[in-house]
């Protein structure tokens, strides 16, 4: 059963915007806090009010009233620009930080305010010494970073949610007691639309029990559908999704710190340390890691992560710690410069975001010398391009997978390292077709003499060079892909030569003599080693 922790930051704008103006010099004059001050934003054409500090609120400013009237009932007022889109980012960094909590974090949507968060903390509030300690932890944390909190726990987000705007600080509210925790709370704690609350105190509903004790029928004929599905997800009748800040892990490891660190080699031994606690769950349940992610929690409330990602998945220690590495010497995001300004971590979490299935392997050499050595084969190309995608990027990093076409052009393509999961190889017929080194784009046209017409090359030129034939093999004979749109292709006859300087060139000849033209076309298509 959910355990849903709703933390509503009160003024939450207002403290973004103050929190902002102390790192960063204002081109103007600062705002005081201590004065009324309002941001403000165009509501159909009209600057309206739409958060207000205390001393705004003191004078009688109310959120929603035009600017103009907000100008009349304080002097001097302090008026900025609201900046939603700065709110919302601040408060998803904030979520991410919340997540040293418990890894399912959501950051409240425009129907819940935008100014809080929900944390679910089933399973782990017991790491703090329950739910009462967690919350004293948090609102702590909080207070210290300048953002006073209001906290609930429940076991709905709409009974948290109405329990920390609109009941006791603190309340932890044992499951099945939402019914009669919400009957004295107001309809604004059910968080319904302006209209449905104005309609509901004018037929004389102002408390949410007076909607619980009359008949579901009436409300469901006169309002929308909106009011009775509230009413159900705060009692628990119904879901109410939450979209987290990022995905649950399927296994998670967080270790607190006694002290800070502020040096890379010991963030890696922590984080060897959580990988190897994770091994444990992963050895269990037969999986190994696909896609990790590394979250470090500063003192100063900043939160930084970095996503991992494997070729195949492992359970590997030093693998994972190696590829860690790899991850913060490219980014940049961890140096000696960073930590020696201040900034330590406090906390360090590693996830697994996405696992997967890793078949028993045999070792033994009752297997067969052969095998072993093909499965740490592909063990170690994979770690090859774990670590050469860590490196340089993901994108970066490539390979060529094969094409059902049997047209050398069309035979192979790039594929992305992400999609190099299952590496299959390649057909033995495949691998026993002479292939060059190196196949240009387009086949470049060549004048070639040849001892009968649809005989081997004994001279060419290409690229204004005059190439005598030492040895030839083939032909391979390769006809166009007939289902294609269009007519056919002419059929092809690959030679692979050989010159009297020891280079070796992949040429075809472009048509059947007398069947499919008059004068075959000559092309070089590639170059050997």
């Known amino acids: 059963m959910p355990r849903i922790v709703s933390v509503w930051l009160p003024r939450w704008p207002i403290l973004r915007f103050l929190a902002t103006q102390a790192r960063n010099t204002p081109s103007g004059a600062p705002v005081d806090p201590t004065r009324p001050f309002v941001l403000a934003a165009d509501v159909s054409g009209t600057p309206r009010v739409t958060a207000a500090n205390a001393a705004a609120e003191a004078d009688g400013i109310r959120l ?23 709110d919302d980012a601040a408060l998803r960094r904030l979520a991410l930080w919340a997540t040293r909590y418990t890894p399912a974090v959501a950051a409240f949507d425009e129907r819940s305010g935008r100014d809080g968060l929900f944390l679910d903390v089933a399973g782990a ?49 044992a499951a099945g007691a939402e019914s009669a925790a919400l009957a004295p709370l107001p309809v604004e704690a059910l968080r319904l639309a302006a209209e449905t609350r104005k309609t509901l ?27 009775l599905m509230r009413v159900d997800q705060a009692l628990g009748r119904a879901a109410e999704p939450l979209t987290y800040v990022v995905p649950p892990p399927v296994y998670h490891s967080l270790r607190y710190l006694m002290e800070p660190l502020t040096a890379q080699e010991a963030v890696l031994a922590v984080a060897g340390r959580l990988m ?55 980014t940049g995001e961890i140096s000696a410069e960073t930590l020696d300004a201040g900034f330590g971590f406090e906390a ?22 052969d095998e072993i050595a093909d499965e740490r084969t592909d063990e170690r190309c994979a770690e090859l391009i774990d670590g050469l995608a860590q490196r340089l990027g993901s994108r970066s990093v490539q390979r060529l997978a094969a094409v059902a076409s049997h047209l050398p052009e069309r035979a192979e393509a790039l594929a992305a390292c992400a999609d190099c999961a299952d590496w299959t190889p390649w057909p033995a017929a495949d691998q026993a077709r002479p292939r060059p080194l190196l196949m240009f784009a387009q086949a470049e046209p060549a004048e070639v003499m040849a001892q009968v017409p649809e005989g ?56 059947l003599y007398a069947r499919e033209t008059a004068a075959p076309r000559w092309f070089v298509h590639g170059l050997f080693a």
């Open 125 to 173: 509030s017991h790491l703090f010494g329950g739910e009462a300690s967690l919350i004293a932890d948090l609102e702590t944390r909080l207070a210290d970073f300048g953002l006073p909190a209001r906290t609930a726990v429940a076991a709905t987000a709409g009974a948290a949610w109405a329990l920390a705007r609109f009941g006791n600080p603190a309340t932890i509210l």
């Open 456 to 511: 081997p090359p004994r001279r060419f030129r290409w690229r204004g060079v005059l190439h005598a034939v030492a040895r030839a093999q083939g032909p391979e004979r390769i006809a166009g892909e007939w289902w294609r749109s269009g007519a056919a292709a002419p059929t092809r006859d690959y030679y692979l030569v050989e010159d009297d300087a020891g280079r070796r060139f992949w040429l075809f000849r472009e048509g």
């Open 348 to 369: 360090i979490g590693l996830a697994v975001t996405t696992a997967e299935r890793i078949e028993p392997g045999q070792s033994e050499l009752a297997v067969g010398l």
């Open 64 to 86: 929603g009233e035009a600017l103009a009237d907000a100008r009349a009932k304080a002097e001097h007022l302090q008026v900025r620009a609201a900046d939603p889109a700065a």
């Open 276 to 330: 190897q606690d994770l091994v444990h769950a992963l050895v269990r349940d037969g999986v190994g890691a696909r896609t990790l992610r590394l979250a470090l929690y500063r003192i100063d409330g900043g939160t930084q992560t970095l996503d991992i990602g494997l070729t195949r998945p492992t359970r590997s220690v030093a693998h994972v710690t190696r590829l860690i590495a790899l991850k913060l010497e490219r």
């Open 201 to 227: 105190r004018r037929l004389g509903f102002r408390r949410v029990g007076a909607l619980l004790d009359n008949p579901r029928a009436p409300f469901a004929a006169r309002f929308e559908r909106e009011l």
